[in-house]
């Protein structure tokens, strides 16, 4: 008798480890005012809050909430605000899905496996100000996926499978000012893709495989920031980005050869990120500018053996300035050095600048010679 109490007293208590140690993993918290929710581990039916609760809640973030799909009614919170489902799981949305979120201005479906949506989903949406779809499994944007959304201000679709969208897929979104499309497997851009979106500022294209970015910027009249590093661009269109306002760009890691003054807008530049790709020539000198907004150059890890000494005056808002890996005349150096001594900013794995020493003392390099400074420039730093 004894011992059969005893074996069902472990048997108990072995199950309620059990269970313990599998309720423990899901955990929900509301804070006091009732305004913020947050909930992980647990199904959507098994989230239980009183109407009350649901009435005041401003917030709600959801993590792993092991589920595959948003259906209708899942989520009730009539007043919220700001929504997170985040759970590695989602596949589909319902159209109406988001039906009743009349107030939401931020959805957050970041890091689910979501491919395709219905173009009613975001049509209740009117409202959202937000919209992150980072890490899903997104290959192509049809024309009307963002149907509704008329008042958008960010859209995020980093680290997704995008290829192909629709040439009129932002249009919906007028009023958008930043998108992020970085991480994707993006090769072309359409040359209208921008046309409607005039409050566009912020730009994220990096780590893709763009070769060509054609007459895309051209309307984009108030883009401030572009990122085109990681691509493969080889050329730039001349007076690409002269009716932008942008003010930083990044187009280092790339396989630009050839930087000319018309194809990049100096006269709002601010800072400019050309490292790490092969160019031989930056022919850029003062543009008949007085006054050049410039304060941060990279230009490392490239060919470059000179620069036009009317840039080098013309540049003089400068205040960090990065040269180095380049196969610099020396006499060429000393130039920059005059002007740009203690803005030159020094890689803490070099140990001074690797120069050439040419046949002029006056850098006076002759365009069609640059070859013999690259093959110079490799065996020194092979000694």
Known sequence: MVLTTILKCSICIFIFSVQFKSYSTALCRTTNDHKNHTCEGFRFREIVLSRSTRLQLLRTRIFNCKETDVKEGALVFPNLENLTVSCGSIQNLDEKAFLNFNNLQELDLSYNQLSKISNQVFRPLGNLRTLNLTGNSFEDLPQTIFDGLNGLKELFLSHNKINNFHVKVFDAIRAVEK?????????????????????????????????????????????QYLNL??????????????????????????????????????????????????????????????????????????????????????ASSLTELYIFKNPWDCTCFQEIEKIHDELIVQPEDTDGPVCVYGLSNDCNINKSNLTAYYRAFVKQLEL
Do not use: C, W
């Open 229 to 314: 590093s990681h691509n493969v661009i080889e050329d730039l269109p001349l007076r690409l980005f002269q009716t932008t306002r942008l003010e930083i760009l990044d187009l280092s890691n790339n396989k630009l050869s050839i930087i000319y003054e018309d194809a990049l807008p100096f006269k709002t530049l601010k800072k400019l990120y050309l490292q790490n790709n092969q160019i031989s020539l930056f022919d850029v000198g003062g543009m008949n500018m007085e006054y050049m907004p410039l304060r941060l150059l990279n230009i490392e890890n490239n060919r470059l053996v000179f620069l036009e000494n009317d840039f080098i005056k013309t």
């Open 179 to 223: 998108v992020s499309l970085d991480n994707n497997l993006i090769n072309f851009l359409p040359g209208r893709l921008l046309t409607k979106l005039r409050k566009l500022q912020y730009l994220d294209l990096s780590n893709n495989y763009i070769e060509n970015v054609g007459e895309v910027f051209v309307l984009a009249y108030n883009l």
